[in-house]
């Protein structure tokens, strides 16, 4: 009995693994080649899970910062920096070690060249990162998105300013990275509150669970979002851009490729969809 349960936890932890990482149910099945000789040399119990964790860790870090990549690009797919480079980084490292960071090679090199026009426009400015897409295999599902399983699409955090000083932030004011939203004001197009009235619950979820005490840090930068919103709409590569049609009034965007994303998504007033054609 004790090693059916034993089992039944491995393949739990296969599968909660490869629905987070892709590539983790894997890279722990391997590890567990190794369990027995962990066994053999740590008498003590907690010697022992800790000595696993670690060989998990370490070989998944192994496979998650070389193997994928290396593997991955030939398949048509390329990682987003994992640090500032050309002017293009995560809002949050998690991310990559959840190797969501992962487009199209165009996709990447429309984001490198967007930033680098930022830069020029606002120097000092970053294009922040969030979830991107898997690595290997079309259609594969990338918890919660609806439509991250091709390579193409890409969401990006707002710009933001201190609030104290007005300066760029490097930050973003959600731990998530989504969540924090940019509500609709009076008299502006309401999309969430009519989405939620249609009984779409999921639309306001994140905004609902996520602190929202951090906003106060933070300015939400309507030039700076406005010029990368129009840079990305300016490249033949880009098939549309998802965000709230409060915000797209607001930010005066005009171009027919941002729309609104339907009510069966969840609401875009925390951040901007980048999808390629």
Request: glycine share 6%; charged share 20%; aromatic share 10%.
């Amino acid at each position: 009995m004790l090693r059916v349960l034993r089992f039944l936890l491995h393949l739990l932890l296969v599968v909660l693994l490869t629905i987070l990482t892709q590539v983790g149910g894997i890279v722990y099945a391997i590890s567990l080649l190794g369990h027995g000789y962990i066994r053999r040399k740590f008498l003590h119990r907690w010697q022992r899970i800790l000595a696993q964790g670690l060989s998990f860790s370490a070989l998944y870090l192994l496979f998650a910062l070389f193997l994928v990549p290396a593997i991955a690009k030939p398949l048509g797919r390329v990682p987003l920096p994992l640090t500032a480079t050309r002017y293009v980084k995560p809002a949050h490292l998690w991310t990559c070690l959840l190797n969501r960071h992962y487009v199209k090679p165009e996709l990447r090199e429309i984001t490198f060249a967007v930033a680098e026009e930022m830069q020029k426009k606002y120097p000092g400015t970053f294009v922040k990162y969030l979830d991107a897409n898997f690595p290997f295999i079309d259609k594969f599902p990338l918890p919660p998105h609806l439509s991250h399983i091709d390579g193409k699409k890409l969401d990006l955090s707002f710009q933001y300013r201190d609030h104290k000083t007005g300066e760029i932030s490097p930050g973003v004011p959600s731990w998530l990275g989504y969540g924090i939203c940019e509500e609709p004001r009076p008299g502006e197009e309401n999309r969430p509150e009519a989405c939620a009235e249609k009984g779409y619950w999921q639309y306001n979820l994140l905004r609902r669970i996520i602190p929202q005490g951090s906003k106060k840090r933070y300015l939400f930068d309507e030039a700076g979002t406005r010029a990368m919103v129009q840079a990305f709409v300016s490249k033949n590569g880009v098939r549309r851009i998802l965000i709230e049609p409060h915000l797209k009034a607001r930010l005066g965007l005009t171009s027919a490729k941002v729309r609104f994303h339907g009510c069966q998504a969840v609401r875009h007033d925390d951040h901007i969809h980048v999808e390629l054609l």
